[in-house]
């Protein structure tokens, strides 16, 4: 039994060797690189992440940032260039960052040849750690994190959208919201159905704002997942087109949420209340006295406080009454109103520019 457990580990180093030895293979430009940008670079594979200049609660640079700041010192433009072709997520993000800020006239061209690279990344800023894909990476960094500053920048973005938007080989969070925002024009219908019947639940999303009865089988689809991500997608598509039909769909996912005591989803809990004050009934307004009735503690908080924003978002006289059930104080009343400003202001300075052609 010993001499088979060693021969197993013997065969896990060997792979887990082999493994490193590929990675190092498959970076072709290594030869172009001086000895200090390497070093660098194996630095920052070995951290593994990409990091704000401060982490944590109490917050402490990481030794990560001092990493990207000597690799931006050090490297030259002919070595960025070669490690925007290196295998590592972590490397290339940081690469491409550094060709942004210096304006590198490659930048565009660079993220074009990026969009299939849809490897995850771990980021890491402040409290805050989240992932993310190489590309909605890289299209964040050209277009977002320095801003649209000029002409060039927004006919760019312009002909990414329409690389990216019905692109069934692309995989990105940002082809998602493209497809959520797209305005339900007649010429759209035909690329987007397409989508939705490979899988695309964006494309779901889009469709609904047609509000035609032969897709609702599409969102039936969705709001009946187990997982619960493809039914938040069905109950963005519900917003869109609130048919009766659906509404059963519906009332079992706010059962489900309601069943749970505990992990909550936060994103399905506020879409879901989203989703149930759009029907404007009674059998709606009876789904909210239910979330009044029996829920208790934190789970109070979490469904009140997206009752009332649902109710705030898209308010009727079916509904008079429940925020004053809700029970607030002034108090709390105050925090909601600031916090519903602040989402407001936020969803107005970040809406992107809607596909019109």
């Known amino acids: 039994m010993r001499k088979k457990i060693a021969y197993l580990i013997s065969l896990l180093i060997l792979f887990t060797s082999c493994n490193l030895k590929k990675e190092k293979i498959d970076f072709l430009n290594e030869e172009k690189l001086s000895s200090k940008t390497q070093a660098i670079i194996s630095d920052i ?3 593994g992440e990409i990091t704000g200049p401060f982490v944590g609660e109490l917050p402490t640079k990481p030794k990560q940032w001092d990493n990207f700041i000597e690799l931006k010192k050090n490297a030259t433009e002919s070595e960025l260039l070669a490690l925007m072709e290196h295998p590592n997520p972590v490397v290339k993000c940081y690469t491409y960052d550094i060709l942004v800020k210096q304006k590198n006239k490659n930048s565009f061209e660079i993220l074009k040849n990026n969009l299939k690279d849809s490897t995850t990344v771990y980021t890491q800023y402040g409290c805050i750690g989240d992932e993310t894909r190489v590309n909605d990476y890289l299209i964040n960094s050209l277009f977002y994190k320095y801003s649209l500053r000029n002409d060039s920048l927004i006919k760019q973005k312009t002909e990414l959208d ?3 938007i019905f ?5 990105l969070n940002y082809k998602n919201e493209l ?3 797209i305005e339900p024009e007649k010429k759209f219908y035909t690329q987007l159905k397409r989508l939705a019947l490979l899988g695309e639940n964006s494309a779901v999303i889009a469709l609904s704002k047609f509000k035609k009865k032969e897709n609702l089988s599409l969102i ?3 709001l009946n997942d187990k997982k619960t991500e493809i039914q938040t997608c069905g109950l963005k598509s519900v917003i869109n087109h609130p048919d009766v039909v659906l509404f059963n769909e519906v009332r079992k996912i706010h059962q489900q949420e309601l069943n749970k005591k505990t992990g909550f989803d936060y994103i399905i809990i506020r879409v879901l209340y989203e989703t149930i004050v759009c029907f404007k009934n009674l059998e709606s307004r009876k789904l909210l006295e239910n979330s009044i009735m029996k829920t208790k503690d934190f789970q109070k908080d979490v469904h009140f406080e997206n009752i009332w924003k649902a109710l705030k978002n898209n308010p009727d006289k079916i509904y008079n009454g429940i925020i004053e059930k809700l029970n607030f104080s002034k108090y709390e009343l ?3 109103e600031y916090e519903w400003n602040q989402e407001q202001n936020w969803k107005k300075n970040t809406a992107s520019n809607t596909v019109q052609n």
């Not at 692109?167 to 995989?171: K, S």
């Open 45 to 47: 594979i070995e951290y």
């Open 162 to 164: 329409s690389l990216i």
């Open 179 to 181: 497809l959520e925002k």
């Open 334 to 336: 105050y925090n909601l």
């Open 167 to 171: 692109n069934e080989n692309l995989t």
């Open 220 to 222: 039936i689809k969705l």
